[in-house]
């Protein structure tokens, strides 16, 4: 034997040594087969050595990972996984690492690799432009459901299942899962603006106001949940509360063209509450923080003119004919206003430059 061939055969005999350790005869037998990929054995041997060494976390850990997660039985590979953390998830096995932490690897691997396949398939049928019954759309809810089964307190994959179902039109399958999801995985972020969402499209305002204040309870900085809760306040008759969120979302939010948005959403807000004097602050504020948002501009001013505050709605106009002189929009925007004013000489003179564009 040549002296590279003894160098590997002692460093196989100590990982073989390391692996086997201080074992009963039946576990030892189960890790020989598991050197062997003989896993009907391996599977044989390994639930001997669980009545041999009841009280062992190595052994439910090699059968959850090895055993059943290799044969996708879910169901057992958590069972086992639960047994092993139950007989200690700080106990050291194999190579130096924790129960727990094994535990936690092995079902991130198996979530991981399905997880994945379903984004795939969902990927996939965003782009074919399918309706509701493409059978891809049924492989991700497919692989999405499994990947819930495979790691039930990982939050992500059930808000993704719960758009799927949603897509599919399953409105009340979608707000079960995200609803279960959001109980398993409390502070994921995404999963309880998503569960927002569901509620909100099935009209339960209030179940709907829960998810978005545990959102931004979450995360406080972000300006989409805190507009998303603002909106939600008002949508179940809270105004006070509705005002005090935007006010808020505004004083935190450092992002010019976000503030912008706040302030934009604050004004529509005052609107809807007849303070058109403060509407029309929030919206010249959403100006000066991005006078570049054209479609903000725009909806400022459609605003004020369903509103029938003509004036403030020609002030707007005038902005985005400067901004946009070639769009004859915002002319016949200008012709509309200028004749409710009953300025009907300016406002043909509007109506025939836009017909000239």
């Given amino acids: 034997m040549t002296k590279t061939k003894i160098i590997a055969f002692i460093l196989f005999s100590l990982m073989l040594v390391l692996f086997i350790g201080c074992a009963s005869e039946e576990l030892t037998s189960a890790k020989l087969y598991i050197q062997q990929q003989d896993w009907d054995n391996a599977e044989i041997y390994l639930v001997k050595a669980l009545a041999v060494e009841p009280e062992n976390p190595e052994i439910p850990y090699l059968l959850g990972d090895l055993i059943y997660g290799k044969n996708k039985d879910w169901d057992k590979m958590n069972e086992m996984f639960d047994k092993a953390l139950s007989l200690g998830g700080d106990k050291v096995i194999l190579q130096g690492g924790k129960v727990g932490d094994y535990v936690a690897q092995a079902r991130e691997r198996h ?41 039930p307190n990982n939050g992500q994959a059930y808000g993704i299942l719960a758009n799927c179902l949603f897509a599919s039109g399953d409105l009340d399958g979608a707000l079960d899962v995200v609803t279960k999801g959001a109980s398993k995985d409390s502070e994921n972020f995404d999963l309880n603006i998503t569960a927002g969402k569901m509620y909100s499209t099935a009209n339960d305002k209030e179940s709907a106001l829960i998810y978005y204040k545990r959102a931004v309870g979450i995360d406080p900085t972000n300006s989409l949940a805190r507009r998303q809760l603002a909106q939600m306040y008002y949508d179940v008759g809270d105004k006070e509360m509705s005002l005090a969120t935007y006010e808020d979302a505004i004083a935190k939010e450092t992002d010019n063209n976000l503030k912008a948005d706040l302030y934009y959403n604050l004004g529509v807000l005052n609107m809807q509450l007849g303070d058109f004097q403060q509407a029309e602050d929030n919206f010249s504020m959403a100006y000066d923080y991005n006078p570049n948002d054209i479609d903000a501009l725009r909806g400022i001013a459609q605003t004020f003119e369903n509103a029938e505050k003509w004036s403030r709605a020609e002030y707007f106009y005038r902005k985005l004919i400067d901004i946009e002189p070639d769009n004859p929009q915002h002319y016949r925007a200008m012709a509309r206003v200028l004749l409710r004013q009953g300025d009907t000489d300016k406002a043909q003179e509007y109506f025939d430059k836009s017909k000239e564009m």
């Fill in 111 to 151: 979530w991981a690799t399905i997880y994945n396949k379903g984004v795939g398939y969902f990927n996939e049928f965003r782009k074919s432009g399918d309706g509701q019954d493409s059978p891809i759309l049924q492989d991700a809810i497919a692989s999405f459901t499994t990947a819930t089964e495979v790691n």
